[in-house]
């Protein structure tokens, strides 16, 4: 007889197990079983009742009911008395009173300095830039007044000049060489400005002539 195939009952004291453990021994030793199996089947008989202990304690016992969650609480209550604590008022001071403090009011942002002075700099040296370049044209609009009236003196910025005005009269490649358009361009400065009836620069009375006729007709068309 299997002991873990019992019909499902009342469960048994230890007492009464043992009892019918040690019936049951003497019974099959009569039948001639070993000790190993003897003590095989009181293990096995062991382990049922102790099943059956197991489950009659589950039974009875009460089945507690599933309680609900607690609600997150509101960050308010969660950050304790110091968040449910109110604002003290701070009393206003009048500036007038003795001993008042005035507000401060915001610090303006400092110019930037460097950013400006940079945008100066770039300023200055342009106009640096333009006054040496106009500085430079009006020294070589004075030496070609000066070299087309000069019988010949030993300055080197005359005799310079002079091969120019020379190399102007004589050369045929017109404005396709660069010193006949720079003696040009000088010329046409000193043109502008020049109040001379018989002036010694070369051209320079014909292309007045002809900057005073164009002149003429551009008052006529406007």
């Known amino acids: 007889m299997d002991p873990q195939a019992a019909p499902a009952g009342p469960v048994a004291s230890r007492e009464e197990i043992v009892a019918y ?14 000790h190993d199996d003897l003590m095989a089947l009181r293990e096995q008989v062991r382990r049922a009742h102790r099943r059956k202990q197991a489950a009659a304690a589950v039974a009875a016992a009460p089945h507690p009911s599933v309680a609900p969650a607690p609600a997150a609480a509101p960050p ?9 604590e109110p604002k003290r008022p701070v009393p206003a001071v009048s500036p007038d009173e003795p001993g008042a403090k005035r507000p401060r009011s ?19 040296g342009a106009d640096a830039q333009r006054a040496e370049k106009r500085r430079a044209i009006e020294l070589h609009v ?13 300055r080197k910025a005359c005799a310079k000049m002079a091969g120019y005005l020379r190399h102007a009269a004589s050369c045929t490649q017109g404005a396709a060489c660069l010193d006949c358009r720079r003696i040009d361009t000088l010329v046409q400065l000193h043109a502008r400005r020049c109040t001379l009836d018989l002036c010694r620069v070369p051209g320079c009375v014909s292309l007045r002539e002809r900057l005073r006729v164009e002149s003429w007709k551009a008052a006529l068309e406007g």
Do not use: I, W
């Not at 308010?76 to 449910?84: E, I, R, T, Y």
């Not at 004075?142 to 030993?154: K, N, S, T, Y």
């Open 142 to 154: 004075r030496a070609l007044e000066h070299a087309a009236a000069c019988p010949g003196c030993e």
């Open 76 to 84: 308010a209550l969660a950050l304790g008395p110091l968040a449910l």
């Open 21 to 34: 453990t040690r019936l049951l021994e003497t019974a099959l030793c009569r039948r001639g079983v070993s």
């Open 106 to 124: 915001p610090a303006r942002p400092k110019p930037r300095l460097g950013v400006d002075q940079q945008a100066l700099e770039g300023a200055y």
